[in-house]
């Protein structure tokens, strides 16, 4: 008990030694935080991602029109070597052009809904009658033969279980306890390790796709005019998704529309007791594959100290979203962040040491493309982990993807010597409720790319508040889910952490090299 006692105050008296070494720049930081929090633009910068460039899911028109705006904002700005850099082939560009749907039997009733993403439109308005489909194999559609054209498709799921009360807040905040908790994790607890088998898991659900595919076909053969899909959500929100391939190759599938908890068990109710349904549709939508080129938008203030203005500091957030709304949390919010961080530091003449850039990432929803395809082509390839010399020359990555919630502290993602020198730069902060560093591993963004070849990469703890309840992917994700003080406060603490990452001695200290990542199939 003793030994471990005086290996715990060893290990504190070390973090503390470290903490003392690493200085942070007072005037910088008033600096920082008077122009970021007095002079904001972030809620501007999130306006015109958002309700002037409209949905931007990956390779659509509304994506384009917002990097085309982010070049010429970062140029006003007075940003160099600003420009929309192809990181490899994606595949078709999709848009939703009109979008009505709406039950006539037994009564009118507009539906809430959207059509799935890279689904076709219904060739102009349809009207028929909606029936009730029992199927969980291909097979089980043998009793439908040449009953289903021209009709509309709603699936009979025993899965599909009535709507529940919910009696709990959308938006939270981080307590000081769940904040104390994740600070108190140490080293060996961070690989959460996920229940079940994943391999079993991952067969599971390429078994189901496949079958759900199988059954789409059988539809199309026989010339249903439109699916309807039942989205996970309630009281009118609902969470969108993927109908078919954005690959240019990809075959022809059926008009799919993901409709609303409500709407879907409303039918469901009604054909199951026998109910006569006739709804009406009229949805067209386009596909553009002129360019299947992935581009992130991507810009610098170049450094200028003689021995360090090669090295890069790297800050970013994914710049797509989903096409039900306008993506404001998800990732309007993270990337308005980043650019007004980079705004920040243009108006306080900030002449970095370190050559400080920002990149927007395309096509995350897809599996984190555009960040990977950089990364690939900039610094190495994690498959096989052969690096190039511009691997060493990044300090670090910084990212943000969780919301519009404020900062609270920051993921370590394993590594240990980087928490003495995050908690002195978030010391100045505290007052913004900015405080915490913890240990553990984040997932599913777009620092992963970077730790994934050996280059620190790091996101942000934020507050969750309705990120997870109501607006990641669904209809309700627009610019009025937008919390400013949040933005506010998030910016101005990038902006010190870019500010210390450029100006500090040493590069930010590294992990141990990954071993090469195996290939999944």
Known sequence: MMKRFTTTLLGLGLCLSAMAQEKTDPAAIQKIRKEGLENSKVMDIAFHITDVAGPRLANSPGLKRAQEWAVKQFNEWGLKNVQLEAWGNFGKGWQIDKYYAATTLPFYHAIIGSPKAWTPGTNGPVKAEVILIKADTVTDLDKYKGKLAGKIILFDQMTIQPLKNTYKPDAVRLTDSALNAMAAAEAGQVAARRPGNPNNMMAQMLKMRATRAAIADRLK?????????FARGNHGTFFTSNGASYALDAKAVLPELEISAEDYLHMLRLLRAGQKVEMEADIKTSFYDQDPQGYNVIAEIPGTDKKLKEELVIIGGHYDSWHAATGATDNAAGSAVMMEAMRILKAIDFKPKR????????SEEQGLLGSRGYVLKHFGDPKTMVLTPDQKKVSAYYNLDNGTGAIRGIYLQGNKEAGPIFQEWLNPFSDLGAKTVTINNTGGTDHQAF???????????????????RTHHSNQDTYDRLVEEDLKRSATIVASFVYHTSERAAQIPRKELPKPAPVNP
Do not use: H, K
């Open 451 to 469: 730790d994934a070849i050996g280059i620190p990469g790091f996101q942000f703890i934020q507050d969750p508040m309705d990120y997870n309840t």
């Open 355 to 362: 050559t400080v850039r920002i990149v927007l990432w395309s």
């Open 221 to 229: 053969e026989e010339n249903a005019a439109l699916l309807l899909a």
